[in-house]
């Protein structure tokens, strides 16, 4: 296990402070576009890095905003293109037809705690940005809503890895990168059986 851990800083810590914030930053904004996000398990990449912080890697404070700001332009870009795509004909259909419309309504109802809470939910947390956009969601809303949640994501994610490193030691960084590889299969199998029911 220290072996892991040893390996994973080394790699880490061999990037220098400028390149530390640019990835973090990428891994955050990538983390909330469409699709991409579903694939990248972006909450756990904030756990590593919080984990890793502990050790020097970021202060806590600046991994908190880098990625608050990254992952909210993300989202906000998720925001635009489904309010952009809005009148494609899949997805006009997808968003209105009848058979769904309990459960777009339920969205729209719910639009606050579904952007707030929904990020730290892994897969399915970058879609509400799209479908909040091709709903017509009032931009100034959706933007409050993707600022706090992006916020309260930054913090869990940075200030859990932090925990958990204080909690396992050694073993904090084998554990999140277990939670990571299990992120990315549950995700990969959520995608195929999509497909499947399709």
């Known amino acids: ?57 970021i202060s806590p404070l600046t991994a908190v905003a880098v990625i608050a700001v990254g992952s909210f332009l993300g989202d ?50 970058s879609a509400p940005s799209f479908f909040a956009g091709a709903r017509n969601v009032s931009t100034k809303k959706y933007l409050l809503f993707s600022g706090l949640g992006s916020l309260l994501w930054a913090f869990a994610g940075i200030y859990g890895g932090s925990a958990l490193t204080r909690v396992f030691g050694p073993y904090a960084v084998p554990i999140i990168l277990g939670i990571l590889v299990v992120s990315a299969v549950v995700a990969l199998v959520s995608k195929k059986r999509k497909k499947k029911a399709e």
Not at 77 to 106: A, C, D, N, P
Not at 112 to 121: S, T, W, Y
């Open 76 to 125: 906000s870009t998720g925001f635009f293109i489904g309010k952009y795509f809005k009148h494609v004909r899949w997805i006009k259909k997808m968003v209105s037809h009848e058979r769904h419309q309990t459960s777009w309504e339920l969205f729209d109802r719910h639009i606050a705690l579904i952007v707030v809470f929904g990020k730290l939910i892994p897969v399915v947390r």
């Open 1 to 57: 296990m220290e072996f892991i851990t040893s390996t994973v800083t080394d790699i880490f810590f061999s990037v220098s402070p400028v390149w530390r914030i640019i990835l973090v930053f990428l891994s955050a904004f990538a983390e909330g576009l469409p699709v991409v996000g579903t694939i990248l398990p972006g909450g756990t990449i904030a756990l590593l890095v919080g984990s890793l912080s502990e050790a020097g890697f």
